[in-house]
């Protein structure tokens, strides 16, 4: 079994900051692309920001020069430094992480249980 825990969410005021993290744990094998995504009320799932296993990052036009995507391959983690938020940055944050499993051939997606954000104006 795999499981992505995210953390750090919370309540912040607008211009502030916040550091999300995302572990993956079980029987993993290898991690390749492991991505952030949002919904906020009403809204679709949106990518936020990516990053492959190489350190490679793509970033929402929304995001770009405020938000930074990093990933420390020995601990299957993957973060979220956000700076300068938003109102419109309220969502649901949630991990997504492509993961090969031990004994595994194929390669399956995996999504965190989500982790609130909220920034008041």
């Known amino acids: 079994q795999v499981q992505l825990v995210e953390s750090g969410g919370g309540l912040v005021q607008t211009g502030g900051s916040l550091r999300l993290s995302c572990a993956a744990s079980g029987r993993i094998f290898s991690i390749n692309i492991m991505a952030w995504y949002r919904q906020a009320p009403g809204k679709q799932r949106e990518l936020v920001a990516r990053?492959?296993?190489?350190?490679?990052?793509n970033y929402a036009d929304s995001v770009k020069g405020r938000f930074t995507i990093s990933r420390v391959n020995a601990n299957n983690t993957v973060y979220l430094q956000m700076n300068s938020l938003k109102p419109e940055d309220t969502a649901v944050y949630y991990c997504?992480?492509?993961?090969?499993?031990?004994?595994?051939?194929?390669?399956?997606?995996?999504w965190g249980q989500g982790t609130q954000v909220t920034v008041s104006s």
């Open positions: 997504l992480a492509f993961i090969t499993r031990t004994g595994g051939v194929l390669e399956l997606s995996y």
């Open positions: 990053i492959t296993s190489g350190g490679s990052t």
